[in-house]
């Protein structure tokens, strides 16, 4: 079970919006440590999305974007493309003993 | 360009040992710091392990602790992964990725090398 928690599927029409949660406790995003998301295409390795909750590395589309809300972090996705089917993954900061840098168990996003 | 290449992974008896070498290129090597991260097949993405840019700070995720030891040479621009007493459950895709060259622990990890396979197997 991962430390962060993320929905394990979404899905959406081209075209449209989605969001995909991340969930933490007072350890990690609760404790205000920065948020990231990354990207991985089926058989490649991830690829950083969005870092600090909401900036955007140099080269990744506007449609992408992320946002926090107390303990849990989102990342929203517009216009969807074909080329958007990927698994997604939230990672933070853990300051407990067990884990220190600590990933959502991932979600896969289908475009219908 | 900045770019991480793994190497060594392959397939490897349970209890044997094998070690995994990232070789970095397109930046100072020395100043960032580094961290392993791996993913079962089919499963999700789990860090293990953490090094400073001078290796004086190492952490370990409980699931390698005692069996891998992670090490760098500054000089060769390359990271390094040394697993022991391999488990079947140790069978995973295993990436190189860089931090950031403050020592900030809360950094990305960007980028990430394209992954060695280690699979552990009789």
């Known amino acids: 079970q991962s430390v962060l928690t993320q929905p394990p599927s979404v899905s959406g029409a081209p075209g449209q919006r989605v969001t995909i949660s991340c969930s933490g406790s007072?350890?990690?995003?609760?404790?205000?440590?920065?948020v990231h998301w990354y990207q991985q295409l089926p058989g490649s390795a991830p690829k950083l999305l969005i870092y600090?909750?909401?900036n955007r590395p140099s080269g990744v589309p506007g449609r992408f974007s992320g946002s926090r809300s107390g303990t849990s972090a989102s990342l929203a996705i517009t216009g969807l493309q074909a080329d958007d089917e990927a698994d997604y993954y939230c990672?933070?900061?853990?300051?407990?003993?067990?884990?220190?840098?600590?990933f959502g168990g991932g979600t896969k996003l289908t475009v219908l | 360009e900045v770019q991480l290449v793994e190497s060594g992974g392959g397939l490897v008896q349970p209890g044997r040992s094998l070690r995994l070498s990232c070789a970095a290129s397109?930046?100072?090597?020395?100043?960032?710091?580094m961290t392993w991260v791996r993913q079962a097949p089919g499963k999700g993405l789990e860090w293990i392990s953490y090094?400073?840019?001078?290796?004086?700070?190492?952490y370990y995720a409980d699931s390698v602790k005692g069996r891998f030891t992670i090490s760098r040479d500054n000089a060769k621009n390359s990271l390094y992964l040394q697993m022991s007493s391999l488990r079947v459950e140790d069978t995973a895709v295993y990436y190189c990725?860089?931090?950031?060259?403050?020592?900030?622990?809360?950094?990305?990890?960007?980028?990430w090398g394209q992954g060695t396979l280690v699979t552990v197997s009789s």
């Open positions: 990672q933070s900061y853990d300051r407990s003993l067990s884990g220190r840098w600590v």
């Open positions: 090094i400073s840019s001078g290796g004086g700070n190492i």
């Open positions: 600090n909750y909401i």
């Open positions: 397109g930046f100072s090597f020395r100043q960032f710091q």
């Open positions: 007072s350890s990690n995003i609760g404790a205000g440590y920065d």
């Open positions: 990725a860089r931090g950031d060259a403050s020592g900030n622990f809360e950094s990305p990890f960007d980028p």
